[in-house]
């Protein structure tokens, strides 16, 4: 398995009431893990973190604006 993409599922285990097997490519935070756009926002957080990056603000708002 690719190792990035192991790591944000890593994350979202970390994150999320769930189990590996239900992260598929498609999942969506809201509708499959029952996340809140803090959820979003908290995972967005740890994936800058881990993979040392920094994802703008105006990226961020459009990712909130799909959990709503």
């Given at each position: 398995?690719?190792?990035t993409?192991e790591?944000?599922?890593?994350?979202?285990?970390?994150q999320f009431?769930?189990e590996?097997?239900?992260?598929k490519?498609t999942s969506?935070?809201?509708?499959?893990f029952?996340?809140?756009s803090?959820?979003?926002i908290e995972?967005?957080?740890?994936?800058?973190?881990?993979?040392?990056?920094?994802?703008p603000?105006?990226?961020?708002?459009?990712f909130?604006?799909?959990?709503n």
């Amino acid at each position: 398995m690719d190792d990035t993409m192991e790591l944000v599922k890593q994350a979202l285990l970390a994150q999320f009431d769930i189990e590996t097997a239900d992260i598929k490519p498609t999942s969506n935070i809201a509708e499959d893990f029952n996340g809140s756009s803090l959820d979003a926002i908290e995972f967005i957080m740890a994936l800058e973190v881990e993979f040392e990056i920094d994802i703008p603000d105006e990226e961020v708002e459009k990712f909130k604006e799909t959990l709503n």
